[in-house]
C-alpha cells in the first residue's frame, strides 16, 4: 500500500525556536494535511492543503504542498510550551487518507 | 455541533469476549472511517463507509465488522477479542468533496 515517510520522528527544542518537519511519499495525494495529536486525544486538524503548490498559514504554522504532489512540509514559529505534541502528515486521494508515523515534538520551557 | 463522539473511553477485554465500539457524528458527513492507532505506527485504515448501507474494507480488517444503518453512527465489532486488537480505535468522518476528516477521542482498547 501507500506509505508515507514523516521526517524527523522526534525533535527537541527551546521555547522560541521555528519547527520544520516534512512528508514525502513515492503516491501523488489530492490533498495534504497536517493534524496534531496530544496524549490521550483524537488527532485535530492543523491545516488542510488542496492544490499542488499551495502555501497555507494558520497563525504561527505554515505549510505547503508540494508541486510535484508527493510531499509537503510543515513550520511552527517561535514555538510556545503548547505546542508540544505528535504532528502527522496524511496523503488524501479518493476520500481515504495514508498516514506519516508522526514527528514527536518536545519543546523546553 | 458535538462532532464526533466514541464511547467507551477505555475498555479492558478477556481473550475471546467481544464488543461494540460506539461512533457517531452529527455533521451529516456522508463518509465515516474507523482506524487503529498503535505506538509508533502512525493510523491504519479498518473500515470505511460511504454512506448508510454500504462498508468496504481497509488496510487491516481481520478480526473487526462493521455496519452503517443510520448516516450519524457507524459502530465497530470485535467478535473474538485478542492481544493483537490492543490498540487505541479512532473513528472519523469527512463530507463528500473533500478528503478532510474529522476524529472522535478514541477508545483505548487493551485485550488480556
Known amino acids: 500500500g501507500q506509505q508515507l515517510n514523516q521526517s524527523p520522528q522526534s525533535m527537541f527544542i527551546q521555547e522560541g525556536e521555528d519547527v520544520s518537519m516534512n512528508c514525502t511519499s513515492s503516491?501523488?495525494?489530492?490533498?495534504w494535511l497536517w493534524y496534531k495529536q496530544d496524549p490521550g486525544e483524537g488527532p485535530v486538524l492543523l491545516i488542510a492543503?488542496?492544490?499542488?503548490?499551495e502555501l497555507t498559514s494558520n497563525g504561527r504554522l505554515t505549510a505547503q504542498f508540494g508541486i510535484t504532489r508527493k510531499d509537503s512540509f510543515l513550520n511552527i514559529s517561535a514555538s510556545i510550551p503548547s505546542d508540544v505534541g505528535i504532528y502527522f502528515c496524511?496523503?488524501?486521494?479518493?476520500?481515504?487518507?495514508?498516514f506519516g508515523k508522526g514527528t514527536l515534538l518536545t519543546v523546553n520551557p | 455541533n458535538a462532532g464526533v463522539t466514541q464511547t467507551p473511553k477505555f475498555r479492558i477485554l478477556k481473550i475471546g469476549q467481544s464488543m461494540t465500539l460506539q461512533c457517531t457524528q452529527d455533521?451529516?458527513?456522508?463518509?465515516m472511517y474507523w482506524y487503529r492507532q498503535d505506538p509508533g505506527m502512525g493510523l491504519k485504515l479498518i473500515y470505511y463507509?460511504?454512506?448508510?448501507?454500504?462498508?468496504d474494507k481497509g488496510e487491516v480488517p481481520n478480526g473487526y465488522n462493521v455496519s452503517r444503518s443510520t448516516t450519524e453512527d457507524f459502530p465497530l465489532r470485535l467478535e473474538l477479542a485478542a492481544p493483537s486488537q490492543t490498540s487505541v480505535y479512532f473513528c472519523a468522518s469527512n463530507r463528500i468533496s473533500t478528503d478532510t476528516q474529522y476524529f472522535g477521542p478514541g477508545t483505548r482498547l487493551t485485550v488480556l
Open positions: 503516491s501523488i495525494f489530492n490533498t
Open positions: 492543503l488542496y492544490k499542488a503548490g
Open positions: 455533521m451529516n458527513h456522508n463518509y
Open positions: 463507509s460511504v454512506g448508510a448501507g454500504i462498508t
Open positions: 496524511s496523503g488524501g486521494s479518493n476520500y481515504k487518507l495514508t
